[in-house]
Nanobody, 115 residues
């Protein structure tokens, strides 16, 4: 399984921005679909954004217009740019890959706290 490692989380005030990164070696060659999920304390995990092999993207309604998912194939990295953060965005953000056996995996997560 691909090793997924997130970074970029932190504590910010409402209205500020963060960019999360997920390194995923080989995700392009294995045609992995890439996703970001989040899980707030005491809540169920929810899907936030995804990007397909063809570059198509999708978003949770609550983050549309504020979050952007992208990928840099040369760096084996997927990003989540988060603008105008709100307290309700506070959660552990988890990188996910989907596809063949190699792809299917979850990262450890990176904490985002908005106050």
């Amino acid at each position: 399984h691909v090793q997924l490692v997130e970074s970029g989380g932190g504590s910010v005030q409402a209205g500020e921005s963060l960019r999360l990164s997920c390194t995923a070696p080989g995700f392009t060659s294995h045609n992995c679909g890439m996703n970001w999920f989040r899980q707030a304390a005491g809540k169920q995990r929810e899907w936030v954004a995804g990007i397909g092999v063809d570059g198509s993207t999708g978003y949770l309604d609550a983050v549309k217009g504020r979050f952007t998912i992208s990928k840099d194939k040369a760096k084996d990295t997927v990003y989540l740019q988060m603008n105008n953060l709100k307290p309700e965005d506070t959660a552990n953000y988890i990188c996910n890959a989907r596809g063949d056996w190699y792809c299917n995996n979850w990262g450890q997560g990176t904490q985002v706290t908005v106050s």
